[in-house]
Structure formats: C-alpha cells, structure tokens
C-alpha cells in the first residue's frame, strides 16, 4: 500500500518535468564524450546547458534529438521513453532543435522554410496536392496564415517572399528558431542562438526567447557561450566539463560555483 | 498571396508557351509548310520533353543525380509494347493507348520502387553510378528475354525463341535482340501534346504543394529536414517513382511511334540518360520551363543543322557551349539582370509619367 502511494508521487512528480534524462552515456571509439548525463527540466521553464568548448553540449542535443543512439541510459519526454527513438519520431513526440551553425532550407523562400516545419500539422494528400482539390486550398490558406503569425514574432512577415539564404545572418538565426516552433515541439533545443550575434541583436534574441517562452507555453533548454545571455534568461542551468556533469542548480549559485569558475578559466 | 500569384504566373507562362508551340506546328503541318522529316521529330520532341521535365524532378528538385532514366523509358516502352500486341485489333485504337499508358505507368512505377528502394541509399555519385548500372542491365535484359503467348498463356524464356515450346497458332511477343515487331503506330503530335501537359500538369502542382516543399526541404538540408519531422526516404522515394512513372510514359509514348522496338545503345543506352541529363542541365537544374525549351531546342537542332553535313556536330557542340555559359555565366547572369532591370525601369517610369 505505500509503495503504491510513492510510486503515484513519483508520477506526479514526473508529471511536472518536461524532461528527465538520466545516466546517459555515449562513447566514440575509446573517446567517452558523454559520461554519466543528467538534467532535469521542470515544464516552463528556461534552461541552460554552458560548458567549456568541447565539453560535449552538442553532443547532448544530438542525443536527445536521436542524431545519436547513446550507450546507456534513458530520456523521458513528458512521462514518454523517447531513448534510442529515430529524429523524425522524437520531433513528433514533441523535441524540436536549431543548428549550432546554421541549417536552413536555402533555396526555399522564408515562408516555405516555416511551412514546411508545419508539415505534420496541415494534412493533405499527394493526390490531393496534384488535382488542387479544395482540400488543398484550405489547408494551404491555413498554412499561410498560421506561418506569417509565427514569422510576425521573429519581425520575418515582411522578408517572407525572400529567399532563405538572402537574409542577414542574424534573421537566419530567428527563422531557424521560428521553423522549429512551426513544429508545435513541447521542448525547443536552442544550439548557440546567439552566436555571432552583435551586443544589441543578442538583447533582442533575449527578448525574443523570453517572449517565445509566455506565449507559445514552452519549455525552452540553450546551449550558450555569451555568459551575459545566459545569466540574463536562464533560471536554471548544467555546466558540462569534459563530458560530465560538472554542477547544476539556480544560475546564480552556479555561476559562482568556484568549480564552474574554475572550468572556464583554468587554474 | 503575392508569392502564390508569382508562381501561378511561372506555371501558366510555362503551359502557354507549350500550347503556343503545339498551335504553331499544328498550323504549319494544315497548310503545308512543315518537311516530311520535321513531321517525324514532333511526337520525339513531345517524349523527350516528358523524360527532361521528370528527370529535373530527381535531379532538380530532389538533388539526386540519377543516370539510369533512359532504363525507365525501356520499362515503360516495352510493357507497353506487350500489352498492345495482345491485344492487337481486339480493342479500339483510342481505347488500346490509353491503357497502355495507364500500365506503362504503373509497371515503371512499380520499377521504380523496387530500384529506388537500394539506391536511394546512397548519395551523390554512389547513386548516379548505380542508377547508371541498373539502366544498363534493364535494357540488357531485355535483349536477352523471349516472351510469347498462346492458348496455354504467356510463355519465357532466357534462351531463344524455340524453346519457348509454343502451340502453332502462339504469337511470338519478344523476340530477344530483335525485339517486338507489328507494333500499331498510334501515337500522334496531339497525344503527345496532350501527355507532356499531364506531366507538366503533374510535376509542377507537386513541386507547389506540401509534398514538393518535402522534398525541396529535404534535398537543401536532410538533417535539418529530419529534425523537423519530414521523412527523407518517403519524400525522396515519391519523387523517384513519380519521376520513373512519367519516364514510363514517355517510353509508352516512344513504343506506339514505332512499328517495331528494338532496345539498342543508341534509345535505351547511356547515351540516351547522358542525353536527358544535358536537357536537364542546360535548361537549368530545377528549372521545370527551362527543361521544356531544351528538350525542344536540342531534339531539333540536329535535324536543322543538317545543311552543314560534316561541320554539323560541330554546330551542335558549340550551340551546347553557348546555352551553357548563357544560362550559367556569372557575367551571363548579370548580363541578363540588367538587360531586366533596364526593361523593367523603363516601364516603372513610364507608368510614372502616365501617372503625372
């Protein structure tokens, strides 16, 4: 009878985490260049994951998105297994990433990029797509409206007839963030959005996490470089040191943790 | 939308130019005025526009370099080729193209799957060889079959027409290298006509649609395509299928143009492939119109250069030379741009003057 009773608290406990990754481990050859992961991360909540160059962050993302099949371990999704599942699987099941160096859809028009995010949610067929049935029409009208309300957030609506790869590389950086969102993901995985970004374009991104954040309900988890981003947005994070966890906690405690101090700088 | 009217406008400039073709030559053919032999090249022109525009939807708009389409053509082709003499004088003319278009269709389409299933593993060069192959073994195996039909039902053989042990009153339908004889000529300029606007209709509704975005997404960027969802062997096999089913068509096409379809070097054979390729390329890759014009411009060039008997290969080859650094060029491109903008401003100001 009581074990029942902590098993449903353990449920519900878990019910309130977007993400629980526990004990993950991937090793390349003899290299071991995630050891040991974990994380959680409450539903709503802006997390960062910081770490020395190298230290394995990408590494992670590509994990947890299915890019890699770790060693050991397991990664729940919202209470759901999604360990060892193929990309396109864990993008339905809700994890959808940007690119550490970028990756858009460059001959496509800004539109299209967003429109193609929104590929599983505006169903039609191909016979349907060929004939023009009105089907097609009605979901490509939607398509239209639901893409230039998302490119509206990121101030992309009036570059929408543009092609991908002729906006500026810091607009590259928001579409790439806005396609991801078309996914309708419960956890976006942000890969360095800041970088290469000037001082006041990353202020803006600032602002535009935080806004993405209230109000499409998300849970956001950032890779980050720029200390002042991540200290600006973050409310919790995990500091990876040669592909172990090193600390995680609050930001602030952790960024005066004299370990983390130590990590960045060296003795 | 804006973006929605531009592309309507690119499609419809496209059908235009097709129909304004077919009315032109139609003209000429009425009054007269066309040779014997340009008479001849009108239902080729028609073929080989349907195998440029489906090859551009593997290599333009998928981005795999697929040599092996003059095999699907073969496919296409030769089942059709079966099915009418079958059914030879038993069912009306009209009637005996249509289905044989509908199972040319379908038998490449099936032949399509089932190459497309290994080779679109590969990537890049991998691919193109291997399509290159199976292109290759279709029409060697084709030489080497002895199909015939009687009473007791279709009868094979690898070996030769004897030993396919038929009854007196059997017909012989394949008769290995010499191919299928007594083939009823039905296509004409029309139907053609008529088929190179289904495959137009067909491709250019597909690269406008969710799928056609798929595929384009997924031939840009395959990871970031996979990381939001889009299955990369689905997309990429429906635009090889597509691609070999219109192939299919052009061979139906080819086959009832023919009295009797022999599978040689020279119309199923790499050259050919190579052939569609240069289609592709030099009307630009991914340029659907631009597969039309040269389709056209290259199936009749060499008919027309013929006056310069032995320099005319030569002609041909520079003509090549010329399309290539006009539509390719740096200095081509920018040339072009300003020849445009130049047109363009020039009505913008004179719609400004009307204004004032």
């Not at chain 1, 098993?7 to 090793?27: F, H, P, T, W």
């Not at chain 1, 947005?233 to 600390?247: A, D, K, M, S, W």
């Not at chain 2, 059709?80 to 005996?96: L, N, Q, R």
Request: glycine share 8%; net charge positive; charged share 20%.
């Amino acid at each position: 009878m009581e074990e029942k009773i902590i098993k449903a608290a353990d449920v519900r406990q878990e019910k309130g985490l977007m993400l629980n990754v526990e004990n993950l481990s991937i090793s390349f050859g003899g290299l071991k260049a995630v050891e040991n992961f974990h994380m959680q991360i409450k539903k709503h909540e802006l997390y960062g994951l910081i770490g020395p160059n190298g230290a394995g962050k990408t590494t992670v993302f590509n994990l947890l998105t299915g890019v890699y099949k770790p060693d050991t371990g397991s990664i729940l999704l919202d209470g759901e297994n999604i360990t060892g599942k193929h990309t396109i699987d864990i993008n339905h099941a809700g994890i959808a990433r940007t690119f550490q160096n970028i990756r858009l859809f460059g001959n496509l028009s800004v539109l299209d990029n967003v429109k193609a995010g929104l590929h599983a949610h505006y169903v039609y067929g191909t016979v349907s797509g060929i004939f023009r049935t009105p089907k097609f029409y009605k979901m490509e009208r939607a398509m239209n409206e639901k893409a230039m309300e998302i490119l509206k957030v990121f101030d992309l609506d009036e570059a929408a007839s543009y092609k991908a790869s002729q906006l500026p590389y810091g607009r590259q950086r928001k579409l790439e963030i806005a396609r991801a969102l078309a996914t309708e993901p419960k956890l976006l995985l942000l890969d360095e959005p800041a970088a290469g970004m000037n001082p006041q374009e990353t202020q803006e991104l600032m602002d535009t996490i935080r806004f993405v954040r209230d109000s499409f309900d998300m849970t956001i988890l950032l890779i980050e470089h720029d200390m002042k981003l991540v200290s600006g947005i973050c409310e919790e994070l995990t500091v990876l040191n040669f592909g172990q966890v090193l600390c995680s906690g609050a930001t602030k405690e952790v960024l005066n943790n004299p370990e983390v101090i130590k990590a960045y700088l060296g003795d | 939308m804006k973006i929605k009217n531009k592309t309507f406008r690119q499609n419809a400039i496209t059908y235009a130019m097709v129909l304004l073709f077919y009315l032109i030559c139609q003209g000429l053919i009425m009054s007269g005025n066309m040779s014997s032999l340009m008479k001849g090249l009108m239902v080729p022109i028609c073929y080989y526009v349907i195998l440029a525009v489906s090859l551009n939807l593997v290599v333009g708009i998928s981005g795999e370099l697929s040599l092996g389409h003059a095999g699907f053509m073969c496919i296409g082709a030769y089942s059709s080729a079966i099915f009418a003499v079958c059914v030879d004088g038993k069912i009306p003319e009209m009637a005996e193209l249509l289905l044989a278009l509908v199972i040319g269709a379908a038998v490449t389409a099936v032949f399509g799957f089932l190459i497309g299933i290994p080779v679109l593993r590969l990537r890049g060069d991998y691919l193109a060889i291997v399509t290159l192959a199976f292109g290759e073994i279709i029409k060697n195996v084709v030489n080497a079959v002895y199909v015939g039909v009687d009473e007791n039902g279709l009868h094979f053989s690898m070996k030769d027409s004897l030993s396919l042990g038929l009854s007196e009153n059997g017909i012989e339908i394949i008769n290995g290298a010499q191919g299928i004889s007594g083939l009823p000529r039905t296509a004409t300029f029309t139907t053609g006509i008529i088929l190179v606007f289904i495959t137009l209709f067909i491709v250019l509704n597909l690269v406008n649609s969710r799928q056609g975005r798929a595929i384009m997404a997924i031939r840009d960027n395959r990871i970031a395509a996979e990381s939001i969802g889009l299955s990369v062997s689905k997309y990429k096999m429906m635009a090889f299928v597509i691609s070999a089913a219109l192939a299919g068509v052009a061979g139906v096409l080819y086959s009832h143009n023919l009295s009797t379809l022999q599978a040689t070097s020279k119309n199923f054979g790499y050259n050919q492939s190579i052939m569609i390729l240069v289609f592709v390329v030099l009307g630009g890759i991914g340029n659907i119109r631009g597969s039309v014009i040269a389709a056209f411009i290259l199936t009749i060039l060499p008919e027309k250069l013929r006056f310069l008997s032995d320099y005319r290969m030569l002609i041909y080859a520079i003509v090549l030379i010329t399309m290539m650094l006009f539509n390719s060029a740096p200095k081509a491109i920018a040339w072009r741009k300003s020849i445009k903008e130049r047109f363009f401003s020039g009505k913008k100001a004179e719609a400004g003057k009307e204004a004032q």
